[in-house]
């Protein structure tokens, strides 16, 4: 327990778009939001070099760069911005607790949630190297597949949003190789069908990615393993696609908020109430489907107008 507990009457957790956007409103509402950044200031937009999809930007923008702007103008209208990430919170009475860093204590009026999903990877050291890199490593084929225009490109996943990404990416890319690490697909058959009959898809069952290859700046092929003849075959790609699923981050908010079976946070539909009076979500925390900046911006506002309206209804 800190010494000192702390008053705010509109706390807002995460600083990706959501976050952000939601201070934005929250402020010019004279709410006095609090924000504090978490573990990744900016989000996941800060590991993403260009972005070409963000409206009012014609000759693209880069993520840390997107992210900066949307952080100033949020404290030019006098969010609080902090550093420190939610370690534990209490929502079982009328008073929202939060704790900061494990230390400090704050009492809430409201909450959002924006605390964003993280996109799960392989963990091959050469995986990682390109994805810092921005060489040629993603998770994302909607934001990153316009760069790969008529390239050749790898997608490695089975469910149903490996499928719809290499897809979206046959439409784009020379050609798609799907490597799927299993002897069958985890997507529903349709889906399933749909990359079968598609021309430039080309599907590899029972295969691991072994290495992701380049010029240590950029990818050029990747390295798989047929686990069937045990035969390694190189493949060339200038893209790596990274597919499995993400991991919202919700985890401190589980005994208290209703999350569906993977994690995400159920809001009311077309809200962003949460089974909290008080606490709202918005982004990537309860988004499996879309997970794009824009509606994650778009959720952000969502979530300080209810708030606003939720404190506004209590005077």
Known sequence: MSDTIEKV??????????GYTAAIYAARANMNPVLYQGTQPGGQLTTTNEVENWPG????????????????????????V?????TKVDFSGDI?????????????????????????????????????MGGGVSACAVCDGFFYRNQ???IVGAGDSACEEAHYLSKLCKKVTMLVRSEKFRASKIMEQRVRNTENITILMNHDTVEVLGDGQVVTSVKALNKTTNEEIEIPATGFFVA??????????????????T??????????????????????????VYRQAITAAGTGCMAALDAERYLAAKE
């Open 244 to 261: 499995i699923g993400h991991k919202p981050n919700t985890d401190i908010f589980k005994d208290y908020i209703t999350l569906d079976e």
């Open 57 to 80: 930007n014609p000759e693209g923008i880069t993520g840390p760069q997107m992210m900066i702007g949307i952080e100033e103008q949020a404290k030019r209208f006098g969010t609080d």
């Open 152 to 154: 050749e490109v790898v």
């Open 96 to 132: 929202h607790k939060v704790w900061i860093n494990d230390t400090k204590e704050i009492h809430c009026e409201t909450v959002i949630i924006s605390t964003g999903a993280t996109a799960k990877y392989l963990g091959l050291p050469s995986e990682q190297h390109y994805l810092n």
């Open 263 to 288: 994690g995400y946070i159920v809001n009311i539909p077309g809200t962003s109430k949460t089974n909290v009076a008080g606490v709202f979500v918005g982004g990537d925390a309860a988004d499996h």
């Open 82 to 86: 902090r550093d420190g990430w939610a």
């Open 9 to 18: 009457k509109c706390l807002i957790i995460g600083s990706g778009p959501a």
